[in-house]
């Protein structure tokens, strides 16, 4: 079956713009969760979306949103870009978020770059 | 604040040898450990994984080993193939979310 999709692959942007970033989870799968990844940093978690509800929110400002839609696709939003906002951005589906035995499916990210 | 490090960046290794990656953490209510793997320019793909109520686990050339008194947790590759060079996160989870290492790129040299 089709695995996770992001779109788009690279974008480039200027600081003060906004960016919408999508993802397409596997066929089935409830949860979507969001990632950035830096070097040095590793990989942070932003969200989680299960059946279009946040479920969980890590440590990032309010310019960090997203949302999920009735077929488990799931878009972020980053708003009032700053140059610390490059990065690779993951996301990652499941079926039901990825704890314990059930596993996290990653795509293959979206690269932004804040100029 | 880093929850979970992993202090080596890079490893390297020979063919046919062992592989040792090593990851400390600090919480102990993370219930599982994980690890993925990531090559270039493609998302983490899962390796393995270990509760935290056990000590081991294996699968095929990948074990995992906790060791919850010292916060650690080491995955070991044998024998180590060429394709196994990449990038490897460690990542540990609690009820509601997931903290990743910073990543070793481990390199086995032919």
């Known amino acids: 079956k089709a695995g996770v999709t992001q779109t788009p692959r690279y974008l480039i942007k200027t600081r003060g713009q906004q960016v919408t970033l999508s993802c397409s989870p596997i066929s089935g799968h409830r949860s979507v969760s969001w990632y950035q990844q830096t070097p040095g940093q590793g990989l942070q978690f932003l969200f989680e979306?299960?059946?279009?509800?946040?479920?969980n929110k890590g440590n990032f400002p309010g310019r960090f949103s997203g949302r999920q839609f009735s077929n488990s696709r799931s878009e972020m939003n980053v708003s009032t870009l700053e140059l610390g906002d490059s990065a690779l951005y993951l996301c990652?589906?499941?079926?039901?978020?990825?704890?314990?035995?059930?596993?996290?499916?990653f795509g293959p990210g979206t690269r932004l770059t804040v100029l | 604040d880093q929850q979970v490090k992993q202090n080596s960046p890079s490893l390297s290794v020979q063919e046919g040898r062992i592989s040792i990656l090593n990851c400390d953490y600090t919480n102990s209510m993370f219930d599982y450990f994980l690890w993925y793997k990531k090559y270039p320019a493609e998302g983490p793909t899962f390796l393995i994984s270990?509760?935290?109520?056990?000590d081991k686990n294996e699968d095929g050339r990948f074990t995992v080993f906790l060791n919850k008194s010292a916060k650690h947790l080491s995955l070991h590759i044998v024998p180590s193939q060429p394709g196994d060079s990449a990038v490897y996160f460690c990542a540990s989870e609690t009820g509601n979310q997931f903290y990743f290492g910073t990543g070793t790129s481990l390199t086995v040299i032919p």
């Open positions: 979306y299960f059946s279009e509800t946040q479920r």
């Open positions: 270990i509760s935290s109520i056990k």
């Open positions: 990652a589906s499941s079926l039901f978020g990825g704890r314990g035995t059930d596993t996290q499916y």
